[in-house]
């Protein structure tokens, strides 16, 4: 089982991103997708999460408006669409599955997790 994370770099202030998250070695769709970050010194923090077929999408307060997530399962891919990015932005950006379940707002929730992708966001 494997997530990978990608797609991150520097950006201006107000500036537009969009990361994606590639899976493999488990069926793709059984799975709902969740994305996390982590700033340097504090703690993971959940972004939002897509459920299994995306119909359903739920995000944290600080993003809504701002950032998208959609998934293509034909391509075992999961995408975090951001814009009007802002310093506090920041972040490691992580993907992470959860089985048969729309993960919360926890990490606990989920059984698998991809390694990081930075964003830095310059003001």
């Known amino acids: 089982v494997q997530l990978q994370a990608f797609g991150g770099g520097l950006v201006q202030t107000g500036g537009s991103l969009k990361l994606s998250c590639t899976a493999s070695g488990f069926t793709f769709d059984d799975y709902a997708i969740g994305w996390f970050r982590q700033a340097p010194g504090k703690e993971r923090e959940y972004v939002g999460t897509i459920s299994r077929f995306g119909g359903s999408q739920y995000y944290a307060d600080f993003v809504k408006g701002r950032f998208t997530i959609s998934r293509d399962n034909a391509k075992n891919t ?36 991809g390694q990081g992708t930075l964003v830095t966001v310059s003001s």
């Open 78 to 113: 999961v995408y975090l669409q951001m814009n009007s990015l802002k310093p506090e932005d920041t972040a490691a950006y992580y993907c992470a599955a959860v089985y048969l379940r729309m993960g919360g707002s926890r990490a606990a929730d989920y059984d698998y997790w």
